[in-house]
T-cell receptor, first 109, second 112 residues
């Protein structure tokens, strides 16, 4: 099945810093999503982005499907950005959405 | 609009007991799925359904059963709970299998 790798596994930032999270996948996909899991365990949709670039406030994401990776950019980080960021993909023609292991982000005040 | 609702939020079971985790969505979504999340790990797919009457296995289906008799509901059954099934369980739904997914708030299950 499709493999999903996220990097870095852990990240510590000072409030106000920028960061880039990466998601690599091993097969062509027709579904890619980024989620944020907050410290209370809730999973929040950030982007549905099987290809192209999207922006939402301080967050943006880019997926280059032909090169099998996606990037999540966080600018001017805030303490509320802390949590775990997951990339989830479904391979083309498949019905299974598979999650990466996540990037654990801690933003210091 | 309630979205995806999971019940219960917390549950403690004894080894060998059975129980059903409930999941309901009110968005008329065709695709529903169950995941488990173990400490420090990502979510692993247990079972999924592409519509009423259709279910299939995910990455870690052993020890779990599902059925989908209506579009709205997708219960997950543990027939004989084991300590290895201690985890947080998430239900998700989406309009179709490759569209944006929405998650419930999770069920924290402990098997002693």
């Amino acid at each position: 099945g499709i493999q999903v790798e996220q990097s870095p596994p852990d990240l510590i930032l000072q409030e106000g810093a920028n960061s880039t999270l990466r998601c690599n996948f091993s097969d062509s996909v027709n579904n890619l999503q980024w989620f944020h899991q907050n410290p209370w365990g809730q999973l929040i949709n950030l982007f549905y982005i099987p290809s192209g670039t999207k922006q939402n406030g301080r967050l943006s994401a880019t997926t280059v499907a032909t090169e099998r990776y996606s990037l999540l950019y966080i600018s001017s980080s805030q303490t509320t950005d802390s949590g775990v960021y997951f990339c989830a993909v479904a391979s083309s023609g498949g019905f299974k959405t598979i999650f990466g292991a996540g990037t654990r982000l801690f933003v210091k005040a | 609009n309630a979205g995806v609702t999971q019940t219960p939020k917390f549950q403690v079971l004894k080894t060998g007991q059975s129980m059903t985790l409930q999941c309901a969505q009110d968005m008329n979504h065709e695709y529903m799925s169950w995941y488990r999340q173990d400490p420090g790990m990502g979510l692993r797919l247990i079972h999924y359904s592409v519509g009423a009457g259709i279910t299939d296995q995910g990455e870690v289906p052993n020890g779990y059963n599902v059925s989908r008799s209506t579009t709205e509901d997708f219960p997950l059954r543990l027939l004989s709970a084991a300590p290895s099934q201690t985890s947080v369980y998430f239900c998700a739904s989406s309009y179709q299998e490759n569209t944006e997914a929405f998650f419930g708030q999770g069920t924290r299950l402990t098997v002693v």
